[in-house]
């Protein structure tokens, strides 16, 4: 794990619970569908969108709509923190 990557996870937990959440979403309470799981899994993996459409013949766009959608449901606003919840919620395969 990267140092940047590694801060980021920090102050996320650190926000957490300065912010004294009481019900942390689970991963039951989130439903990806087919195609966002597999988007995210990809990016997890590190592909950018012109790769993962390409691999998924769908357009960048398209690509960009289901990441929107991912991000909105996960409630985050990156990359990196759309991998770290979708982990830490036991969505991803593997990492």
Same mark, same amino acid.
């Given at each position: ?14 926000? +957490? ?11 039951? #309470? *989130?439903?990806?569908? &087919?195609?966002? /799981?597999? !988007?995210?899994?990809?990016? +997890? ?11 998924? #013949? *769908?357009?960048?766009? &398209?690509?960009? /709509?289901? !990441? ?28």
């Amino acid at each position: 794990m990267s140092p940047v990557i590694a801060r980021q996870v920090i102050n996320r937990l650190r926000e +957490s619970d300065s912010r004294g959440q009481t019900a942390p979403p689970s991963a039951h #309470s *989130i439903v990806l569908s &087919t195609r966002e /799981s597999e !988007i995210l899994d990809l990016i +997890s993996r590190g592909y950018t969108y012109a790769e993962i459409a390409g691999y998924l #013949s *769908i357009t960048v766009n &398209t690509v960009a /709509s289901h !990441i929107r959608n991912i991000y909105g449901k996960l409630a985050v606003n990156s990359r990196t923190e759309a991998v770290f919840e979708a982990h830490k919620l036991g969505l991803l395969k593997s990492l």
